[in-house]
């Protein structure tokens, strides 16, 4: 059952935004947020950022451009949940675009390794990476085994579709989270940290445990500059975007 869980909780950590209940600080300060009015889905997507003049060696923080996941030290997220409660996203980076997500709940902490680097953003990138777990559950360990693809592509263009399969271990065996990802297209979307032009991707796929496989399917939000501000798995509660802070 523990296994379970945890792989539960890897998969949620996959969609960007799943996240045990937590306490939001008051205190927390709010970043400035899009208000422009967008009605529908549009095809076509302009993004502001002015592409490098010349690119940079591999290995580099600076290969972390990816318009709609920033990879920055000491960015927060914080996230309401449909069920109540809240939860705190802070992210380690180093110069050499591998990042460590922590994510906080009310009564539980777990820890997500990921990589940027020219495709793209990778959770559990490398033989190794680690999803860690404690809390009313006990503690546990995930480690990837192997991993293909990426979880977020640099460029992304609607219409587009790119898969990522990871096999992993715990201390009751090994699994399988096989990922099918879409780019929906642009659509104006509204959560408690206000109106963004946000990226929809649609996730589905299935994760094997104890040789069997367990359907997942949802959808999620990206803002430019900003990162995941919605997540609305099948199953699961939804979960939104209330306030951030990402270092310049």
């Known amino acids: 059952m523990k296994k379970i869980f945890i792989l539960t909780i890897l998969v949620l950590a ?16 709010m970043k400035p947020t899009p208000t422009e009015s967008f009605d529908g889905v549009v095809n076509e997507f302009e993004s502001t950022q002015t592409p490098l003049a010349n690119p940079t060696p591999e290995g580099d923080e600076s290969e972390c451009d990816n318009p709609f996941y920033p990879v920055k030290d000491e960015a927060t997220w914080f ?12 992210m380690s980076a180093d110069d050499f675009g591998k990042f460590t997500i922590t994510v906080k709940g009310a ?10 680097d020219s495709e793209g953003v990778t959770i559990m990138n490398v033989p190794g990476a680690q999803t860690t777990y404690s809390g009313e559950y006990g503690s546990s360990t995930v480690s990837t085994v ?3 693809g990426v979880s977020l592509p640099n460029d992304i263009a609607q219409g587009q579709q790119w898969t990522q399969t990871i096999t992993v271990t715990t201390e009751a065996g090994t699994s399988i989270i096989e990922t099918n ?31 069997q496989k367990v359907a997942m399917h949802g959808f999620n939000w990206y803002a430019e500059g900003v990162g995941p501000v919605k997540s609305a798995m099948d199953g699961a ?9 990402i270092p310049e």
């Open 14 to 29: 996959l969609s960007a935004c799943g996240a045990p209940a937590s306490s939001v600080p008051d205190s927390a300060p």
């Open 79 to 90: 996230f309401s949940i449909s069920t109540g409660g809240n939860a705190i996203h802070t």
């Open 107 to 116: 009564d539980s902490t777990f820890t997500i390794d990921g990589q940027c």
């Open 146 to 148: 192997s991993v293909s």
């Open 181 to 211: 990802y879409t780019a929906v297209g642009f659509e104006n979307i509204t959560v408690p940290a206000g109106n963004f032009y946000a990226l929809k991707v649609e996730q589905s796929g299935y994760f094997t445990v104890f040789g």
């Open 237 to 245: 509660p939804t979960i939104e975007l209330t306030m951030y802070d």
